[in-house]
């Protein structure tokens, strides 16, 4: 990596390496120190972030993605626009108008921002008012109340720029995985690189990753995180590790494994990983005999496997993410083991296929789990007679998560991870539209006091079946991974600013101007019912994803 790439998770206050193929979520934060840069993907656009560049989302679902820069540079690449995208600076809201090229850079210390739009159109809005920035022109806001502004022609290209064609010129030589999978799949732009596709007569086009070792199964390579809302969270090593493992299904087949993507038609919904945990259900213990305290284990579900997510959702929820995901799946069956698991909470093993594929089962110890620890190094190997005497399944480990879960690393890297100066985290943004994603209403800590184990919180209060969802993040290294977090010491989304229903105290809304009044810069209003809750976007959620992607 060149530099290096730190983000913090919402509600903490480590900074810690960031993690290929790591989801991020809405209040989560990123950071590329000197000489870094980065690369975050949502379905449909793509951003890129240079050398002390402070990053966050601000809202993520299928109707708006809206992001904090504080301070650096960021270029945004939309190949597809949802209703709305908008970058907000200390001094001024940039909102996307149409697909195209743009780049932005901000400097918190004298309030400059530089607007430069490659292709397309977008429009300005601070306090002087709004305006358009049109194809090869370059904006330039200076003053807090951003009451100065000139547009001039587009400024010459630079390094960062030639590397952000370099990334363009990668993505536009993705012909094969685009006739098999959506486009707004995160991470379906690294398989052509990393495996091949092959006709399954069984499941029609499955794609089968290269150069991996004899013995390979999904789900080995990586470790277990807590993210809310969805709660354990699979964030695989590999630089293609990202859409294999939070969409569609694996299955097993001449002698090796291969990945079934859903629908090519249809947006995916993105799961936080598409297993079956064993050895919960009925009450069962963690431990399978192998001494040294419980153990947890799980297997990736097949192509007719129903996923049975741990967090809240609806019936509905659970049929979007099981059909986006799988064109084998009956919709009868999907109804049929969603109802028996609301009634028993367990899930029989009789009709999953890889439960008996040799070495498709992995166990480690409990306290590997919710301590990040990467599965190899910690993996027991699971006896035939073990896998045997296992009847049911369950949706998720009952194991409380501890602080190492939420940042994905063990205490000992905290230290050195960057993190950007407290006074440009404390600056307020400009934000034209009020960042009101979806809430996810879940807390900003792992405690679990009062809940099962394992499950993610939940407000009965929230909507059942919210949109959401998730990004891709790539660091100057091959790999994926995702995040974005708030500043408990006064970045936009602090630890106990609201979230969903309110905007947090230090984001500045600005009204548009109307014929006959000035926009205006006035604080948003918090609400203390929504205090608590914290917005999330899913690396692929409801039908959308954010990951960070190697470079």
Known sequence: MSGSVSFQPGGV??????????????????????????????????????????????????????????????????????????????????????????????????????VTVRDGEGQVTGNAGTFRVHVNEQAVVTGQDATQFNVNQAAAYDDFDSWVMTRDRRENLVRSSARYVSQDMVGYEDLDQYGFWRSVPEYGQCWVPRDVPVGWAPYHDGHWAWIEPWGWSWVDDEPWGFAPFHYGRWAHFDGFWGWVPGPVTVAPVYAPALVAWVGFGNGLSASFGFGGGPVVGWFPLGPRDVYIPAYSASQNYVSRVNVTNTTVINKTNITNVYNNYVQTKTISTVNYANRSVPGALVAVPQNALVTARPVQQVAIKVQANQINA????????????????VLGHSPSVFAGAPRPPAAVLRKPVVAKTTPSACSSAVSTTPDVTGTEPGAAHSDPTAAADCPRRSCRYTTSRHGC???????????????????????????????????????????????????????????????????????
């Open 13 to 114: 206050n480590d900074w810690v390496p960031v993690t290929i193929n790591r989801p991020l979520t809405v209040g989560d934060q990123l950071y590329a120190d000197s000489n870094a840069r980065a690369e975050i993907h949502v379905p449909g656009t793509v951003f890129r972030i240079g050398s002390q560049t402070a990053f966050a989302f601000m809202s993520l679902d299928d109707r708006s993605t809206q992001v904090r820069l504080s301070e650096g540079t960021l270029n945004v690449r939309v190949r597809r626009l949802n209703e709305n995208l908008e970058v907000d600076t200390p001094n001024l809201a940039f909102t996307i108008r149409s697909p195209g090229e743009y780049r932005i850079d901000t400097n918190p210390d004298n309030y400059e921002t530089f």
């Open 390 to 405: 296992v009847k049911t399944v369950d949706s998720a480990p009952r194991v409380a998560p501890q602080g190492a879960s």
């Open 481 to 551: 991974c995702s995040g974005a977090s708030g500043d408990t010491a006064g970045a936009a989304y602090t630890a106990s600013s609201p979230r969903g229903c309110g905007t947090p105290d230090d984001i500045a809304a600005i009204c548009a101007p109307t014929s006959d009044s000035k926009p205006e810069r006035t604080p948003a209003r918090s609400t203390g019912a929504a205090a608590a809750r914290r917005e999330s976007c899913t690396v692929a959620a409801s039908a959308a994803a954010t990951a960070i992607t190697s470079v």
